[in-house]
């Protein structure tokens, strides 16, 4: 895995960098609270960008033995663990079962399938995978799953999760070594504990341009919005980057945000409970160059006391 340190990826940016997590926003104050190794810390903002990602949810079906049992990607920890295990069975030629049949499910079992050729996998998912593609798409996908020799097993749901596989509702049970859990989604509940208006499953309900129907000040992106299109709800899930979103200019704010006199914006971006904090300055004419600054609220020139953006990652 590539070492990327973020202070150097950002050097030359205009771009602070604050390592922490954050742990609430006063939507009243327009502050972010982040805690940091050096202790705790307020983050202002007049825009702030929510980008605070989601979670595989091993408690979303209440499917027995799925937490205890199941490997997830959640965290590089998380994800490190599991590639370590998989090291391991591959020399022994062992067994993979990939649970869901999303867009990570799928991405998951083809490539460990790829990089590990002595592994067996098995895709298990209730419904077809790939379903919402097009037919080509799902030609050439169920084509990949043949030439890696990917088994898959559809039309049935998951009721256990036992040490040494998966056991599914008509019955069958699918030995395994290990087992990686890709379906269901948790968002964190930082939203909805800070008064942001959200849906049921706790994302940020938004209009087209991203923006929050409770607090226009932010905006929310990724997972972490309740996106809706002209034919409906767009999915949540974490391969959600193969989704569409509405048509927002990716590299600066609607223009209502533009026309604003402050230039302190804010970003919070993260996909686990440990977060980083970054302050951007947002008064540049140009486009950012990096997708973290595409946030920032392009403004007039700035106040020398109010350059400050807060940004949890």
């Known amino acids: 895995m590539a070492d990327h340190q973020i202070p150097e990826l950002l050097a030359g940016t205009g771009v602070e960098f604050v390592r922490g ?24 903002y007049d825009s702030l960008v929510y980008a ?27 994800a490190h663990h599991f590639a370590t295990r998989l090291a391991r069975l ?35 998912s209730r419904g077809e995978p790939g379903a919402m593609m097009g037919r ?6 169920h084509a990949a799953f043949g030439r890696l020799g990917i088994t898959l097993r559809a ?17 069958r049970h699918i030995a395994s070594d290990v087992c990686l859990w890709t379906t269901g989604v948790r968002v964190s509940a930082l939203a909805a504990d800070s008064g942001i208006a959200v849906d049921g499953r706790g994302l940020i309900l938004v209009d087209a341009t991203l923006r929050s129907t409770s607090h226009p000040e932010i905006h929310a992106i990724g997972d972490a919005a309740a996106v809706r299109q002209a034919w409906g709800q767009v999915s949540t899930a974490p391969a959600r980057a193969a989704s ?20 302190r914006s804010a970003s919070a971006t993260s996909t686990s ?11 540049s004419s140009r486009a950012p160059t990096t997708p ?21 990652r």
């Open 21 to 44: 997590t954050a742990t609430g926003i006063d939507i009243t104050g327009r502050t972010v609270a982040v805690r940091t190794p050096e202790g705790a810390a307020e983050l202002p």
């Open 52 to 78: 605070i990602g989601s979670s595989t949810d091993t408690d979303a079906d209440a499917v027995p033995g799925a937490a205890e049992y199941a490997e997830t990607l959640n965290s590089p920890a998380a």
């Open 90 to 124: 591959a020399a022994d030629g062992g067994t993979v079962a990939v649970c869901g049949g999303g867009l990570t499910g799928i991405e998951a079992a083809t490539e460990i399938a790829e990089s590990h050729p002595g592994l067996r996998v098995t895709l298990i």
């Open 136 to 141: 080509k798409a799902r030609a050439h996908l």
């Open 155 to 171: 039309g049935s749901a998951i009721t256990k999760v036992p040490p040494d596989g998966v056991e599914l509702a008509d019955g």
């Open 244 to 263: 569409p979103s509405p048509r927002t200019p990716p590299t600066r704010w609607p223009a209502g945000c533009a026309a604003r006199p402050s230039s």
């Open 273 to 283: 409970p440990s977060a980083s904090a970054a302050a951007m300055p947002s008064s």
């Open 292 to 312: 973290r600054a595409a946030g920032s609220c392009t403004a007039g020139p700035p106040s020398p006391t109010r350059r400050r953006s807060a940004a949890a």
